[in-house]
């Protein structure tokens, strides 16, 4: 069964043993900006801007927000020939000057915190959402205890994708106890966390954390869409997720 609380992190000797395929999350997403190495005039363009940066916008999912030019987000200042890029509100602020900020009742800490970039590029990436990996492998990420690095002196754990956070960043951060290959073993004993929703058959999506969990916000506890069932009787025929997949089993 899953273990709570940040007491595992001491138990960590954390190795990435195994990589997925990813694009590397710039270190300093959290930062405001510093100085540019290249001076520009403080009204430069979009077009300016690509002109150095294309790659920003390069990738199979491009944030819509990049349609609406890159001063959105960034500001350029120009004095006595110093020029620097900040952005237009502290990074975990940014993403709220646009889209709201769910009224569910639980929120996932991560979007709370407004720590959106952790997920998300702001920019473009070869995931849908543009998150910097696949949604699984963002779950993952933090929530399986193989994946993340964690620094007891520093007090940061650095997802394997490059972001670092610091522990109050992750506090409450609880690991699933998977089986080696993190496929299986949550929220039951043998349960699958990934690969072919066999109940519903092989025209059905495969199944995913996401299947059972938003990763922002939900009503429910535990981030779940429905209820989950009665944890004295794991089971129990009314829960609406389970059923969800298992009609046959909970049937009568
Ligand atoms: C003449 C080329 C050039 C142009 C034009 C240019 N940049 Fe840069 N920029 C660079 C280089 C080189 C770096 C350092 C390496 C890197 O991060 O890619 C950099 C770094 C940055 C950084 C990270 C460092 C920091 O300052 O925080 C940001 C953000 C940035 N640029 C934004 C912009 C924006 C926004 C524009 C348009 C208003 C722009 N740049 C125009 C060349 C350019
Ligand atoms: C200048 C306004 C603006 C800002 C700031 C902004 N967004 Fe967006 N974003 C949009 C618009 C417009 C859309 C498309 C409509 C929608 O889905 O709401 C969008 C859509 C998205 C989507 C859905 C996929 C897509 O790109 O269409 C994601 C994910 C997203 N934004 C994440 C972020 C994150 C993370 C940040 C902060 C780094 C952020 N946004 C900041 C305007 C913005
Ligand atoms: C939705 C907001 C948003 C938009 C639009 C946006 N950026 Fe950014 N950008 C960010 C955030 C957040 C960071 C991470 C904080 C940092 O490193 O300063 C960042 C970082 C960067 C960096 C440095 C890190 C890296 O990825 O190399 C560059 C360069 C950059 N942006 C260029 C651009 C350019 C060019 C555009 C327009 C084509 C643009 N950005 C549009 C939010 C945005
Ligand atoms: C823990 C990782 C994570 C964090 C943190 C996160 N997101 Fe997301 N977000 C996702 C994933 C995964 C999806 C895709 C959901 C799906 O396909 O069901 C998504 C989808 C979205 C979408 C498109 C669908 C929708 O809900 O409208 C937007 C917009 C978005 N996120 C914005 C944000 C903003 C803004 C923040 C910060 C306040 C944020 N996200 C924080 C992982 C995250
Ligand atoms: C940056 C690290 C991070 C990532 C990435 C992340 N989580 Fe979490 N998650 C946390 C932390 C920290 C908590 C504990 C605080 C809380 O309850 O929100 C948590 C708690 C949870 C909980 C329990 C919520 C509750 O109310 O008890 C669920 C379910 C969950 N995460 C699912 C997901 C899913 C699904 C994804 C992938 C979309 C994901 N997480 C990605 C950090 C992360
Ligand atoms: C078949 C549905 C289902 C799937 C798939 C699923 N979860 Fe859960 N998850 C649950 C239920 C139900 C709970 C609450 C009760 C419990 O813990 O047994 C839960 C609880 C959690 C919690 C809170 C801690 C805990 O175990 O009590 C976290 C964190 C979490 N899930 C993350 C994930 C992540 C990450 C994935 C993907 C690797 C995932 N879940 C896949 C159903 C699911
Ligand atoms: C998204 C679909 C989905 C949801 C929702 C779901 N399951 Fe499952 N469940 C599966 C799949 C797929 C299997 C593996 C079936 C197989 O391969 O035989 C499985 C297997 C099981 C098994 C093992 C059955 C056996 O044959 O031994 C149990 C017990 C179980 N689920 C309980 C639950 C409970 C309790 C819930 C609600 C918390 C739940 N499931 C929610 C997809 C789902």
Not at 13 to 38: E, K, R
Not at 119 to 147: K, N
Request: charged residues 15%; proline residues 9%.
């Amino acid at each position: 069964m899953p273990h709570r609380g940040s007491c595992c992190l001491t138990l960590l000797l954390a190795v990435l043993a195994y990589l997925p395929a990813h694009s590397q999350a710039p270190a300093n997403v959290f930062s405001s900006g510093g100085v540019h190495p290249v001076t520009l005039k403080s009204d430069a363009s979009t077009a300016t801007c690509n002109e150095c940066h294309g790659n920003i916008s390069k990738g199979k999912y491009v944030h819509t927000a990049l349609e609406m030019g890159c001063t959105n987000c960034h500001r350029v200042q120009n004095e006595n020939g110093v020029t620097r890029v900040t952005l237009v509100a502290p990074a975990t602020e940014l993403c709220l000057t646009c889209h709201l900020l769910s009224e569910d009742k639980v929120l996932h800490r991560p979007y709370k915190m407004g720590d959106c970039v952790v997920c998300h590029s702001p920019h473009a990436s070869d995931f849908p959402e543009h998150t910097w990996v696949a949604h699984q492998d963002i779950c993952l990420g933090c929530h399986a205890r193989s994946r993340l690095k964690v620094d007891e002196a520093k007090k940061t754990v650095t997802v394997p994708w490059g972001v670092t956070l610091t522990f109050d960043q992750v506090k409450g951060w609880q690991y699933l106890n998977l089986n080696a290959t993190l496929t299986a073993n949550h929220p039951v004993e043998g349960h699958p966390v990934s690969g072919p929703n066999t109940p519903l058959g092989p025209k059905a999506p495969p199944i995913s954390c996401l299947s059972c969990h938003s990763p922002h916000a939900s009503n429910v506890v535990y981030l779940l869409p429905k209820l989950p069932p009665d944890p004295a009787m794991p089971l129990c025929k009314t829960c609406g997720l389970c059923s969800d997949c298992h009609k046959r089993m909970f049937a009568n």
